[in-house]
């Protein structure tokens, strides 16, 4: 990630600012919705991933949440919450959850910027990384699960491995 321009203040940018900046770098489609929210789409290998980061100045909080529709047979919802609870358990930040209403797998996670911390380039790029990652590892513990009639534990272990290079 280059650094923004450095006439630029770092600390009189908005955190959303850097959040559109970063996409920029990327390429990634966005829409700024208002001033302390911006929604994009990234396309993953297994699917195409909406973002939508918002401020909250209150809270001192910058939220990302990830999503992907899933839609499984309610018969297997029990084994999707299960491996909901295993993935979250073998991540250190953000956690899954599945919103029924929406039929959407949601990853979240909150950067704190209390005491006048400020969100860097590389925090941003990083924080949605990770997302993205945690994502596409898990996709197919969860396409397993729901579709392929695996037990949550036999299904997360598809994730448990790191994957190096492309088959």
Same mark, same amino acid.
Do not use: K
């Given at each position: 990630?280059?650094?923004?321009?450095?006439?630029? @203040?770092?600390?009189?940018?908005?955190?959303?600012?850097?959040?559109?900046?970063?996409?920029?770098?990327?390429?990634?489609?966005?829409?700024?919705?208002?001033?302390? !929210?911006?929604?994009?789409?990234?396309?993953?290998?297994?699917?195409? *991933? =909406?973002? &939508?980061?918002?401020? #909250?100045?209150?809270?001192?909080? %910058?939220?990302?949440?990830? #999503?992907?529709?899933?839609?499984?047979?309610?018969?297997?919802?029990?084994?999707? *919450?299960?491996?909901?609870?295993?993935?979250?358990? @073998?991540?250190?930040?953000? =956690?899954?959850?599945?919103?029924?209403? !929406?039929?959407?797998?949601?990853?979240?996670?909150?950067?704190? %910027? =209390?005491?006048?911390?400020?969100?860097?380039?590389? !925090?941003?790029?990083?924080?949605?990384?990770?997302?993205? =990652?945690?994502?596409?590892?898990? *996709?197919? #513990?969860?396409?397993?699960?729901?579709?392929?009639? &695996?037990?949550?534990?036999?299904? %997360?272990?598809?994730?448990?491995?790191?994957? *190096?290079?492309?088959?």
């Amino acid at each position: 990630m280059t650094q923004i321009d450095s006439s630029m @203040r770092i600390d009189d940018i908005h955190p959303i600012d850097i959040v559109e900046a970063v996409a920029t770098h990327h390429a990634w489609e966005f829409d700024r919705l208002a001033e302390d !929210q911006i929604v994009m789409d990234v396309d993953g290998q297994w699917r195409r *991933y =909406a973002l &939508t980061l918002a401020w #909250s100045p209150r809270d001192a909080v %910058l939220r990302l949440i990830c #999503s992907f529709d899933m839609d499984p047979p309610a018969d297997r919802m029990p084994a999707i *919450y299960q491996t909901i609870n295993l993935a979250n358990d @073998r991540v250190w930040d953000g =956690a899954f959850t599945f919103c029924a209403p !929406q039929r959407q797998m949601v990853w979240r996670y909150g950067l704190v %910027l =209390a005491g006048d911390a400020i969100a860097l380039p590389e !925090q941003v790029d990083r924080m949605i990384g990770t997302a993205l =990652a945690a994502c596409e590892r898990f *996709y197919p #513990s969860f396409q397993l699960a729901g579709w392929g009639g &695996t037990s949550p534990a036999a299904a %997360l272990e598809i994730a448990l491995g790191e994957t *190096y290079g492309r088959a």
